[in-house]
């Protein structure tokens, strides 16, 4: 997962409702870093903005799935 990527929360994910995120949302990657080298748990962090209010910060990357150029979008972004 690279900055610009156009992603979404995963199916299985807890964190989708939690954000009230709609499963088709799509949404952009802004940042991909790692918050400590040591931790392999969680260690690979995104931010993803889903609409221009709408920024989700640090989010594990394991909780997002990259959607590929040539699908078919079904509400790209979504504002909250």
Known sequence: MDAGQK???I?????????????EA???VLCRYRLL??????ATRVDVQFGPKFVVWG??????EV?????????DHFSA
């Open 7 to 9: 992603v979404r929360v």
């Open 11 to 23: 199916p299985a994910s807890p964190f989708g409702p939690l954000w009230s995120i709609p499963g």
């Open 26 to 28: 799509q949404g952009t």
């Open 37 to 42: 080298r040591n931790n392999r748990a969680c």
């Open 59 to 64: 989010a594990p990357g394991d909780q997002f």
């Open 67 to 75: 959607v590929e150029d040539n699908a078919t979008p079904s509400g």
